[in-house]
C-alpha cells in the first residue's frame, strides 16, 4: 500500500492529475494517474494476497476487520475534512458520513461467519449442499459524492466475503482513499489485501478489463455503469452496479405535511443534493401542494450556504466546475418548464466569492416531460408536480428510468402498502427522511442497476456458489446406463 507520499514521490515524470477546491480553485493536490502497469502491479499484489486471505479462519478475518473498525473511529474527524477539501462537503455532512463507517466495518467483521450455503434434498446415502466461495480479486471503483464511506461499504464487505480488494477512488476526491490505505497498515492487515490505484476513467477501465479481476463493485452514473457493464462482460466478471436516481417523494393530503416537506427539502439540502437516492421528484396531493412548497420555502431559508470547513455550514459549494455548470444548466434552462419558487443559483451574500454554491433550488408546476422531471441533477434542487388521485400518484412516480429509492408519506396505511406494492424501485421509506444502515440492503431496479449493496444479501454478489454432491453410501454410485452393471 502507498502512502500519500509514496505516492507523490512515485509521480515524478509520470503522468498526474490535480484536484481543485470548489471554494477557490486552490490546488488541493496531485495525483497519479495509475496506468497499466500501476493497475496490474496493484492486481498482482492482491492476487498474492488472495490465497491466505481466503484461508484465514474467519474468525481471525473478522478480528483484522475489528481492529480497522477501531482504527477508522480514531482518524474518522481527519477523513471527513479530507473529504470536504476535496469535493467540498460540508463538514458536519462529511462528519455524520465519518462517524458511521466504524461501526459498519464492524457489521461487515460480524458478516463474516454468516455468510452459509444450503443443504439440498438429495437421495439417502448422498449429500448434496452449496457453499459461497470468494471470486478472488475484486475490483472496486466508486464517485466522488460520498468517498469514505463508499470505500468502506464497497471495499469491506468484499474483503469480509474473503477477497482481496482492488479499489479506485474517484478522480475528484482521492484523498480519503489514499488515507485509509494508511489505516489499513496502521491496523495491521495483511498486506496487499487492499491496493488503491487512483486515476481517472481510463484507470477505472484498466481495471475492469484486467483478466485476474474477478469481481467489479462499481457505484456511478448510468452511463458509466452500461459501459462498465459492456467491458466487464468480456471476461465475464460478476458486476454489481449501484447507479443513478431520481427519486420520487410521493406526499398525499392525510400526512404530517410539516415532516414530509422539511424531509424533502432536507433530502435536497444534505450533500448539496449530490445524493443518489436523495428525493428530487416531489409529486404531492393538489390539495396540500402550498401547505408543502410553504413549509418547504420557510426550511428552505434557514438552510446556511458557504465554507464547508464551518461547522455552522449545512450546505457547501458543489463539487467541481464540471457538475455546478451541469446543475446550473438544468435550472436555467428550466424556465418555460416550471416556477422557480426559491434558488436558481448563487446565493446573493456569496455573489463575489469563486465557490461553486447554488442555494436550495425548488421547481414547482413540473409537468412529466420536463427535463429537470426526467433527468438526475445531482444537486440541491426538488421539482414539484401535483396529482389528484392514488393511481395518478403511482403512474407519476414509476414514469422514470431509474428506480433507486422513494419515499411515501401517508397516514392511511392501506394506501401505504398498496404504494409499496406498487412503486418499482430498490428501496421504499413510508412517513420518513432517508434511513441507511450498513445492515439494510440497498439497491436499484431499472436503469438503477443490478445486484445489492449493504447487509448480508450483499455476500452474494461477493462470492461464487459451489455445488458439492458427495455419496457416502456403502453402495456403488448409479450409472446411468443400468444395463453396463
Ligand atoms: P461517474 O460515473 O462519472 O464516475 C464514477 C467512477 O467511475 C469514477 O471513479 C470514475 O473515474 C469512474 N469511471 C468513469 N468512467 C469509467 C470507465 N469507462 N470505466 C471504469 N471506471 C470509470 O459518476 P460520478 O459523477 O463520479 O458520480 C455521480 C453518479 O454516481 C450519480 O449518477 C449518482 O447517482 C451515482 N451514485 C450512485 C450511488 C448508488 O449507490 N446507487 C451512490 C452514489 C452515487
Redesign the pocket.
Known amino acids: 500500500m502507498m502512502t500519500v507520499q509514496e505516492q507523490e514521490e512515485a509521480n515524478g515524470a509520470h503522468a498526474t492529475f490535480q484536484v481543485l477546491s470548489p471554494v477557490d480553485g486552490s490546488v488541493v493536490g496531485e495525483f497519479r494517474e495509475s496506468d497499466a502497469a500501476d493497475v496490474d502491479a496493484a492486481v498482482q499484489r492482491a492476487a498474492a494476497a488472495f490465497p491466505q486471505w481466503r484461508d484465514l479462519p474467519v474468525r481471525e478475518r473478522a478480528k483484522h476487520l475489528w481492529r480497522l473498525a477501531d482504527v477508522i473511529e480514531r482518524h474518522h474527524e481527519e477523513l471527513a475534512r479530507l473529504d470536504t477539501q476535496c469535493m467540498g462537503k460540508a463538514i458536519r455532512d462529511s462528519l455524520v458520513e465519518a462517524r458511521r463507517c466504524a461501526d459498519d466495518v464492524r457489521f461487515w467483521a460480524g458478516a463474516t461467519d454468516k455468510i452459509f450455503g444450503k443443504e439440498l434434498a438429495d437421495i439417502k446415502g448422498r449429500l448434496t449442499y452449496t457453499k459461497h466461495e470468494p471470486l478472488g480479486v475484486y475490483g472496486v471503483?466508486?464517485?466522488?459524492?460520498?468517498p469514505t464511506i463508499?470505500f468502506v461499504n464497497r471495499s469491506v464487505p468484499a474483503l469480509a466475503a474473503g477477497n482481496t480488494v482492488v479499489i479506485?477512488?474517484?478522480?475528484?476526491a482521492p484523498l480519503s482513499a489514499l488515507r485509509l490505505a494508511e489505516l489499513f497498515a496502521e491496523a495491521e492487515l495483511p498486506a496487499g489485501i487492499l491496493q488503491v490505484v487512483t486515476?481517472?476513467?481510463?484507470?477505472?477501465?484498466?481495471?475492469?478489463r484486467h483478466p485476474d479481476v474477478r469481481g467489479i463493485s462499481?457505484?456511478?452514473?448510468?452511463?458509466?455503469?452500461e459501459?462498465?457493464s459492456l467491458?466487464a462482460a468480456a471476461t465475464f466478471k460478476k458486476v454489481t452496479?449501484?447507479?443513478?436516481?431520481k427519486s420520487p417523494i410521493v406526499i398525499f393530503d392525510d400526512a404530517d405535511l410539516n415532516a414530509a416537506a422539511d424531509a424533502a427539502i432536507l433530502g435536497v439540502a444534505f450533500n448539496a443534493g449530490?445524493?443518489?437516492?436523495a428525493g428530487t421528484r416531489l409529486i404531492v396531493h393538489e390539495d396540500a401542494q402550498d401547505a408543502v412548497i410553504e413549509r418547504m420555502l420557510a426550511t428552505s431559508k434557514k438552510i446556511r450556504v458557504g465554507d464547508p470547513m464551518d461547522p455552522a455550514t449545512h450546505i457547501g459549494p458543489i463539487?467541481c466546475q464540471r457538475?455546478y455548470d451541469k446543475v446550473q444548466g438544468f435550472i436555467d434552462r428550466s424556465s418555460g418548464q416550471g416556477r422557480i419558487v426559491t434558488g436558481g443559483g448563487r446565493p446573493a451574500h456569496l455573489a463575489d466569492t469563486p465557490g461553486l454554491y447554488i442555494e436550495p433550488t425548488i421547481i414547482a408546476d413540473v409537468g412529466v416531460d420536463a427535463e429537470v422531471f426526467r433527468q438526475?441533477i445531482?444537486g440541491p434542487v426538488i421539482t414539484v408536480t401535483t396529482f389528484r388521485t392514488e393511481a395518478e400518484a403511482l403512474t407519476i412516480a414509476n414514469d422514470t428510468e431509474f428506480g433507486?429509492s422513494s419515499y411515501v408519506w401517508t397516514k392511511d396505511l392501506g394506501r401505504m402498502f398498496r404504494m409499496i406494492d406498487g412503486i418499482d424501485a430498490g428501496v421504499v421509506q413510508g412517513n420518513t427522511p432517508q434511513v441507511m444502515n450498513a445492515a439494510f440492503p440497498?439497491?436499484?431496479h431499472k436503469n438503477?442497476?443490478f445486484g445489492t449493496?449493504y447487509g448480508v444479501d450483499a455476500i452474494e454478489g461477493l462470492t461464487q456458489i459451489k455445488r458439492v454432491t458427495l455419496n457416502f453410501s456403502d453402495e456403488p454410485a448409479q450409472l446411468p446406463w443400468a444395463d453396463l452393471e
Open positions: 471503483i466508486i464517485p466522488w459524492n460520498a463508499s479506485k477512488p474517484s478522480e475528484l486515476g481517472s476513467g481510463g484507470t477505472g477501465d484498466l481495471l475492469v462499481f457505484t456511478g452514473s448510468v452511463a458509466t455503469g459501459r462498465i467491458a452496479l449501484e447507479l443513478g436516481g449530490q445524493i443518489c437516492s463539487s457538475q438526475e445531482f433507486l440497498f439497491s436499484g438503477s442497476g449493496a
